[in-house]
């Protein structure tokens, strides 16, 4: 997974896999979600970024199971 932010556009970009883009789709007003050719998600992109994630500008990974 990559994460990319553009601070001219104010969007943040989370890449989960490398294919192709056949779908979008705007769920939520902001929030668009791209499809591969298979209906898997490829990638969420987040407009006015700054208004809607804290800190989109900053990455934090978190690897393993979530603390209970």
């Known amino acids: 997974m990559k994460a990319r932010y553009d601070v001219e556009t104010d969007t943040l970009t989370l890449l989960l896999r490398s294919a192709p883009v056949h779908d ?5 007003a902001g929030v668009i979600l791209d499809y591969d050719r298979d209906g898997n ?28």
């Open 24 to 28: 979008s789709d705007e769920g939520n």
């Open 41 to 68: 998600v490829v990638s969420i992109e987040i407009l006015d970024a700054s208004k809607r994630v804290e800190d989109p500008g900053r990455i934090e990974y978190l690897a393993g199971a979530a603390p209970r």
